[in-house]
C-alpha cells in the first residue's frame, strides 16, 4: 500500500501516532479563540472591526471542522499491571 504524501507539516505531524495529543491541542487553542472572539463582539465594536472578526469566527469554525473529522491514529495505552507483594515469603 502506498502511502499518501503529506501537503503541510502539520498533516505530517498529525499523522504520527501522537496525531489526535496535537489534534486536542489545536482544537483547545481554537476552542480558547473561539471564546475570545465572541467575548470581543458581545462587548462591542466598530462595523469594520465586526467584519473583520466575523470573518476570523468563521475561519476558525472552519479550522474546528476540518481538525474534528482529520483521520488521526489512535492513541493507544499500555499499562504495565504490576503484581504486587503481599508477603515477603
Do not use: K, Y
Not at 468563521?58 to 499500555?78: D, F, G, K, M
Amino acid at each position: 500500500m502506498m502511502e499518501t504524501p503529506h501537503l503541510t507539516e502539520l498533516e505530517a505531524r498529525l499523522a504520527q501516532p501522537d496525531g489526535a495529543l496535537l489534534q486536542q491541542a489545536h482544537l483547545n487553542q481554537l476552542d480558547t479563540l473561539a471564546l475570545q472572539l465572541r467575548q470581543r463582539l458581545q462587548a462591542g465594536v466598530s462595523r469594520e472591526e465586526f467584519t473583520v472578526l466575523q470573518a476570523v469566527d468563521l475561519a476558525v469554525q472552519a479550522a474546528q471542522q476540518v481538525l474534528t473529522n482529520w483521520p488521526v491514529p489512535e492513541i493507544t495505552t499500555t499499562l504495565i499491571d504490576t503484581p504486587r507483594r503481599t508477603s515477603w515469603l
